[in-house]
């Protein structure tokens, strides 16, 4: 990564999470405006840059159940993630992974089958957000594009705010 864009990157986390004086946002949505401004990266290198400044847990969730991306960042599988902890019972650190440096975790999709987009709206989701905010101290929810879809409407409901990625490598 270049040196100006880690730099911004930097001046992001700092402005969005780390600012003294105002309670940082424990949940934020990342959602392009469209396909080409490759919003899953900037996600995943800001919740890496997160983990790095910060002592607590941050908790990357992969929104996207329709194109995943974050775990093939990461070096890791999709199965096993958000969709299945919908499915299933458990608590819902067991369906996340731990990467990269100690204090961050990927929650994948998971496992997607015919109802997985039926699963955005159920209330198990609901519950599912409120106990991904009680066990890890930060969330980053990277979502659809906005262009093609209206999941991020969902997932809206849900966080603290929104980052909206209208064209990468630019300010």
Not at 60 to 83: I, K, T
Not at 110 to 138: H, P, T, V
Request: aromatic residues 6%.
């Amino acid at each position: 990564m270049e040196p100006s864009v880690r730099e911004e990157l930097l001046k992001l986390v700092q402005r969005l999470f780390l600012t003294p004086g105002q309670a940082p946002p424990k949940a934020v949505m990342f959602a392009a405006i469209d396909a080409r401004t490759r919003c899953s990266r900037l996600c995943a290198v800001t919740a890496e840059m997160l983990a790095e400044s910060v002592s607590g847990s941050v908790c990357l969730v992969e929104g996207n159940f329709r194109a995943p991306s974050l775990p093939s960042m990461f070096g890791a599988d999709n199965h096993h993630g958000l969709a299945d902890s919908l499915r299933r019972e458990g608590p819902i650190r067991g369906f996340a992974k731990q990467v990269g440096r100690g204090s961050l975790w990927l929650l994948s999709s998971g496992s997607l089958e015919e109802d997985g987009l039926n699963l955005l709206n159920c209330d198990r989701m609901k519950e599912r957000i409120a106990e991904l905010r009680s066990q890890f101290d930060y969330l980053l929810i990277d979502v659809p594009p906005l262009d093609v879809y209206a999941d991020a409407m969902v997932f809206g409901r849900w966080v603290d705010g929104a980052l909206l990625v209208l064209e990468a490598n630019a300010t």
